[in-house]
Structures are given as C-alpha cells and as structure tokens.
C-alpha cells in the first residue's frame, strides 16, 4: 500500500476529474459504500465539509490572498477540507451520471455569454 505522500507526488502532476472520480468510485467499491454513495447522502456530506472548511475562517476577519500569517499545519488543515469539499462534489456529479469537468466547461461558456467583457475605464 503506497504512502499518503507517495500517492499525492504519484499525482501532483496533471490530476484530472476523471483520475480523481475513478478512484473514488473504487475507493468506495472496495468499501462496500456504494450503497450509502446516493445522491442526497453525498449531497449531505458536501455541505457537512462545506461546514468544516467555513470553520477553518470563522471569526478571522479578512484573509489576506496566500495566507501569509498561516502556520503550516492551518494550510495543511484548509487543504484536507478543501479536499473533502472537491471528492464528495465530484462523487457526487458521478453517481448522477453527470460529466463534471464537462458540464463546468460549458458553465464557463454560459458565463462568458452572461458577463460580457466591458471595455475597462480609463480615467
Ligand atoms: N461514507 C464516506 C465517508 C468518507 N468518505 C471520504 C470522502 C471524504 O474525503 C472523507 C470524509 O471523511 P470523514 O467523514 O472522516 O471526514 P473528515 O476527514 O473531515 O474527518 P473529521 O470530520 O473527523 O474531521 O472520506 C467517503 O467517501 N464516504
């Protein structure tokens, strides 16, 4: 069984939607959890993350843009939560049959389309 940080250096480069939502399909085969992956169980164990990684900010005031003031060990913690958030949202979208990467794609389309670019001020 590879390590926790061989795994990540394994994957640090080009980490795809699709890498990550076969291995947690299998991780969940193996388990037996496929049974308790539904749709709303998932969806109910992405906001509890969502919840968790709120916590990591609650009460801090502003966070400056590449947390400076942060010990190592609060980055590593936002990381894993951030994490959670990603792996239940992308379990989530395959139980429904859905693309992700592919439906955020044609998302960012759609956006692009809504907010066209406006000629910026100039003063
Ligand atoms: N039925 C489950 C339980 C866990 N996981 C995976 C997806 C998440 O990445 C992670 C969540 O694990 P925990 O429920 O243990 O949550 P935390 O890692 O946040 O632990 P804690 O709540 O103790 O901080 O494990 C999963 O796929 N299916």
Request: hydrophobic fraction near 40%.
């Amino acid at each position: 069984m590879e390590s926790t940080c061989e795994y990540a250096r394994k994957y640090s480069k080009d980490v795809s939607l699709h890498e990550l939502r076969d291995r947690l399909a299998e991780f969940a085969e193996v388990r037996g959890w496929d049974q308790f992956h539904s749709p709303r169980n998932l969806l109910l164990a992405l906001v509890g993350e969502v919840g968790e990684l709120s916590e990591i900010f609650q009460w801090k005031g502003e966070v400056a843009k590449g947390l400076p003031n942060w010990s190592s060990g609060d980055k590593e913690h936002l990381e894993e939560e951030l994490s959670d958030v990603l792996l239940y949202l992308i379990r989530l979208a395959d139980v429904c049959g859905l693309d992700l990467g592919q439906a955020a794609l044609t998302k960012i389309v759609k956006n692009a389309r809504k907010y066209p670019v406006a000629a910026r001020q100039t003063t």
